[in-house]
């Protein structure tokens, strides 16, 4: 068989894969750990483990080693649609989790039973070389009938895309560029899927695309994950920003709110000894008063010294007031504080 651009394109995209694992799988490291990077860098690790088994399997010339080959290849193909849906959801915010976990949980049983030798296409019979028009030649499978949930197994997948449809739409409420490439990238999967499964339920002859629209997929994800955790940074930024103003001027309230306190609290000190004063003063005015009764002039003198501690009584009180509002806006300032 000859090496030419097909083989040498689907080569490629295995180091695109592997470095789109790390890169993310670091950028997850180092930063706040995101659950959208450690799955999308999930994604691109099992990517890169079924890109390696399709170059193998069309350069392949020994229909042992191709079923060897399709064997390993049952058990990555479904375990890549997890961490693929889990991706489409974060990144767009949908709250779908028991679609998102009913859909992972069908997929990984389905890695499952291809582990144990129960995949969902059909079993490879033959092997027949196919020459593109430039010449090169890779090796196409023909398939047995495949088992009757495998047509179940790509209707599933087709939800898969269905739901990343209907993810873009919610992105794109948000991100109008976003959603369009997220679209872009459900669409390219509804067509992957119903080549591949022409291969693989219908047993017809013909050479995949998913690792090329994945690859694509690939981009386009990782370029909305970038603008997403990106928005989502400057938006934490900002609530931070937000957040620390607010802290200042309620710091600034409670330093205003504690001097005031302090003043309301020397108010206080003064209102009770002044009114024990006036409590003497009072009390001396009524005895004149009670002595005084055949001698108007000094009982009208003593009157008006008893009217007056009265009123002085009433400044007091209202210095006590004073003092119990300040304190008031003290322990709410506190309250707001505790708050943040």
Not at 54 to 79: F, K, M, N, S
Not at 110 to 131: D, H, N, Q, R, Y
Request: glycine share 8%; net charge positive.
């Amino acid at each position: 068989l000859d090496v030419g651009p097909y083989v040498l394109l689907y080569s490629s995209l295995i180091g695109l894969f592997a470095s789109a694992s790390l890169y993310h799988l670091a950028w997850w490291w180092v930063t706040s750990r995101q659950p959208l990077l450690i799955v999308f860098a999930l994604r691109c690790l099992v990517l890169t483990m079924f890109s390696v088994i399709l170059v193998r399997l069309i350069t392949a010339t020994d229909l042992a080693e191709a079923q060897r080959l399709d064997y390993w290849r049952g058990i990555a193909l479904p375990l890549a649609v997890p961490p693929g849906v889990w991706t489409l959801a974060l990144a767009s915010g949908v709250r779908a989790r028991p679609f998102v976990w009913g859909i992972s949980a069908i997929f990984f049983a389905m890695g499952v039973a291809g582990a144990l030798s129960m995949p969902f296409t059909g079993p490879i019979v033959s092997l027949e070389p196919t020459t593109f028009p430039w010449g090169e030649t890779i090796t196409t499978t023909l398939r047995g009938d495949a088992p009757g949930f495998g047509i179940i197994a790509y209707l599933l997948v087709l939800v898969v895309d269905m739901f990343g449809l209907y993810c873009s739409y919610r992105l794109w409420q948000s991100d109008p560029v976003a959603g369009v490439l997220m679209a872009a990238a459900s669409l390219g999967g509804v067509a992957s899927d119903v080549l591949a499964s022409r291969v693989d339920v219908l047993g017809l002859k013909g050479f995949y695309v998913g690792a090329l629209n994945s690859a694509i997929s690939v981009v386009l994800l990782a370029v909305i994950t970038g603008r997403i955790l990106r928005r989502r940074e400057r938006e934490s930024a900002a609530q931070l920003e937000m957040q620390e103003v607010r802290q200042g001027e309620l710091e600034r309230r409670l330093e205003k709110a504690q001097r005031l306190e302090s003043i309301g609290r020397l108010a206080g000190g003064i209102a009770h000894d002044f009114n024990n004063v006036l409590t003497v003063i009072n009390g001396h005015a009524e005895a004149l008063l009670a002595r005084l009764g055949g001698q108007p002039d000094l009982r009208h003198e003593a009157q008006r010294i008893r009217d007056a501690s009265e009123r002085a009584k009433g400044l007091t009180t209202q210095l006590l007031a004073f003092r119990d509002r300040k304190s008031t806006r003290l322990n709410s300032s506190h309250t707001d504080i505790s708050r943040m």
